[in-house]
Nanobody, 125 residues
Framework: QLQLVESGGGLVQPGGSLRLSCAAS????????IGWFRRAPGKEREGVSC????????NYADSVKGRFTISRGNAKNTVYLQMNSLKPEDTAVYYC??????????????????WGQGTQVTVSS
């Protein structure tokens, strides 16, 4: 069973940057579409970004376009989310999720069937 582990969260000031990592043990992720989602306090989980299994297609929520970048690592078992120009409203627990296959990807929570435990991102001065 695919197990995902997120890392890289923390406390950062507004305007700062963080890079989140999503890693799998015992599997390579290049056969999976990978999505990043987040849940802010009192809100539902929402899609942030995703990348297709080939890495050729990406998708971003409007709220993060131009600030966040999703990419695959060379080791094929890691996917990154580079977050720049962070805002207080980006504060949330961030999750990565996987779904086998897929020449494209979407930000629909129900599509993904493997999830990590999440990493906290807090943007505050």
């Amino acid at each position: 069973q695919l197990q995902l582990v997120e890392s890289g969260g923390g406390l950062v000031q507004p305007g700062g940057s963080l890079r989140l990592s999503c890693a799998a043990s015992g599997f390579t992720l290049d056969a999976y579409r990978i999505g990043w989602f987040r849940r802010a306090p009192g809100k539902e989980r929402e899609g942030v970004s995703c990348i297709s299994s080939s890495g050729g297609r990406t998708n971003y929520a409007d709220s993060v376009k131009g600030r966040f970048t999703i990419s695959r690592g060379n080791a094929k078992n890691t996917v990154y989310l580079q977050m720049n120009s962070l805002k207080p409203e980006d504060t949330a627990v961030y999750y990565c999720a996987a779904y086998f296959g897929g020449a494209s990807c979407g930000l629909y929570v129900d599509v993904y069937d493997s999830w990590g435990q999440g990493t906290q991102v807090t943007v505050s001065s």
